[in-house]
């Protein structure tokens, strides 16, 4: 394989590939997270991680690539999931069945196809080291229906998530607006499996969220920062997994934790100097 | 003979009934606005009007009767960029790192296909809607810093954004302050006259706009009085600040 001439720590070809999937992930799944918050739906990306955890387990089972097993389970659990939030089932409620359903059957299966070994364990905390050539092609393609369906969808989803009703009235179709973030959702978590792994792919869609609603004023600056801030993780996450070689998938996350945690703090100093100054104005 | 007989018909409900359990909400209730009319529906409170409203728009199926707006019923309605639509409270995050611009440009997204981005004359449209209701130089602030009646200035402007044929507002004059209310009657006015649009207004108070109504519908349950104001008035009922004016006589009828 042919490595691009990147300085340390991007000089191997793993860790272009490495960098290649975080990069495309840290883009892509805040880019969803930015409305799943709005709509107070944020744990609707560990609810499918979870049954991604179940088509994974299928995939080993059936032999067939768990990629496309996960990707099939998620996508149709998350319009159920959504179809029953519209009926009226509260989204907790219906959350919680497909959440536990998911990990159970994923442990069931595991445990039929006798596959608790490292080979889970890679889609369970995730493996960015380990990605292939063919694991990259699909996390970008993934990556770029992501973008291409959210550049032509935000506009009209923003209305929905400011106000569902007003927008049914105006004529949006807010049935498949709602749809299409569902199983958008779905398409993210898969791309985002061998990065951070099933237990921490929620973390990717909404830390850097959290981060970027802390400096934003406008909806529009708040997707840019996320998409910035996720894809600083990735790229700090796995300089500082090369550099003491940490499990990337933590260190990715924890380095999302970090920022967020950096940037509350000099939003309290700044809120709290921007008062000090109008007392003294005063 | 209906007081709308012989004009363009945006709005036209025939024996309309919804109830959420045994008991009608709202029941047979037959009302019409034609083009350029600006209509008050008024009504103490739990009279229907919010229910009314909703069967009007499309949102609730109506148990019995027919609801019709421009010819169609709601969910054939082909430009529903022909209803403008101002909700009571809007349910708005108070944290929505949104500006007033981006919140009233997606009133502009039925009329251009919302898929599409917003053309320079689409912007123009926003800045209009949001300069008649005097919020233009607040359009970078985050909504969530607005106060509660600039907040309803902006979904006001949000509906005005997409110049609609019909305006449905529903209580958009609590809260909000004078000068805004003088601004709101202008934006109306122009509304009316300029693009020949009809406007229903749901509210307790007529307050500033009481002058210009063509006509008044006062519902409980069933409409009990449908009529242009002259007549409300001549029936002891002042719309302004008097011994016996509407909200003290709403008050009586609940």
């Known amino acids: 394989m042919i490595a691009f001439a990147l300085p340390w720590p991007f000089d191997r070809t793993y860790m272009q590939l490495a960098l290649a999937a975080g990069l495309v992930v840290g883009a892509a799944a805040p880019l969803i997270g930015a409305f799943l918050v709005q709509k107070r739906m944020s744990l609707l990306g560990d609810g499918i991680g979870h049954i991604a955890f179940a088509g994974v387990a299928g995939g080993l089972l059936l032999g067939v690539w768990p990629v496309w097993t996960a990707l099939v389970v998620s996508v149709a659990s998350a319009l159920v999931i959504e179809r029953l939030r519209a009926r009226g089932t509260s989204g907790d409620l219906a959350l919680a069945l497909f959440f536990y359903g998911g990990i159970a059957a994923g442990v069931v299966i595991t445990g039929l196809a006798g596959s608790l070994n490292a080979n889970l364990f890679a889609y369970l905390f995730g493996s960015i080291l380990t990605v292939g050539r063919a694991d990259v092609v699909v996390v970008v393609v993934l990556g770029v229906v992501i973008v291409a369906t959210m550049a032509v969808t935000r506009r009209a989803l923003f209305a929905v998530v400011v106000d569902e009703e007003w927008a049914r009235v105006a004529g949006l179709p807010v049935d498949l607006l709602n749809g299409i973030l569902a199983a958008l959702t779905a398409v993210t978590i898969v791309a985002a499996i061998r990065v951070v792994g099933v237990l921490l792919i929620a973390a990717m869609i909404v830390l850097p969220v959290a981060c970027a609603r802390l400096v934003a004023r406008s909806f529009r600056r708040q997707l840019t920062w996320s998409m910035v801030i996720g894809m600083g993780a990735a790229l700090v996450g796995l300089i500082a997994a090369r550099a003491w070689a940490l499990a990337p998938g933590g260190s990715i996350v924890l380095t999302a934790v970090l920022t967020y945690a950096v940037l509350a703090i000099a939003t309290v100093r700044r809120r709290r100097s921007q008062r000090f100054s109008i007392r003294m104005v005063q | ?254």
Request: aromatic residues 4%; proline residues 6%.
């Open chain 2, 1 to 254: 003979m209906p007081l709308t007989a012989g004009r363009d018909l945006i709005v036209r409900l025939r024996g309309v009934t919804f109830g959420y359990g045994r008991e009608p909400v709202v029941e047979d209730v037959s009302l019409s606005i034609a083009r350029g009319e600006f209509v008050a529906l008024v009504g103490p409170n739990g009279s229907g009007k919010s229910t009314l409203l909703r069967v009007l728009l499309g949102l609730l199926e109506p148990q019995a009767g027919r609801v019709e707006l421009f010819g169609q019923t709601p969910a054939e309605l082909r430009e529903p960029w022909r209803v403008g639509y101002v909700p009571q409270r809007p349910a708005l995050a108070a944290d929505l790192p949104a500006t007033v611009e981006e919140v009233v440009a997606g009133g502009r997204l039925a009329r251009v296909g919302w898929w599409r981005r917003l053309r320079a004359a689409d912007r123009e449209a926003v800045a209009h809607a949001m300069d008649s209701v005097a919020l233009l130089a607040l359009r970078d602030r985050p909504v969530g810093e607005l106060s509660g009646g600039q907040q309803q200035r902006a979904f006001i402007a949000r509906a005005l954004a997409g110049e609609p044929q019909l305006l449905v507002l529903d209580e958009p004059i609590a809260g909000i302050d004078a000068e805004s209310q003088r601004r709101f009657r202008e934006s109306l006015s122009h509304l009316i006259r300029e693009h020949d649009a009809a406007v229903l207004l749901v509210s307790h108070e007529l307050g500033a706009v009481a002058e210009d109504l063509d006509r008044v519908i006062v519902l409980k349950r069933r409409v009990l009085f449908d009529g242009p104001p002259p007549e409300l008035m001549a029936a002891g009922v002042s719309l302004g600040v008097h011994r016996e004016d509407l909200p003290l006589w709403l008050e009586r009828l609940g």
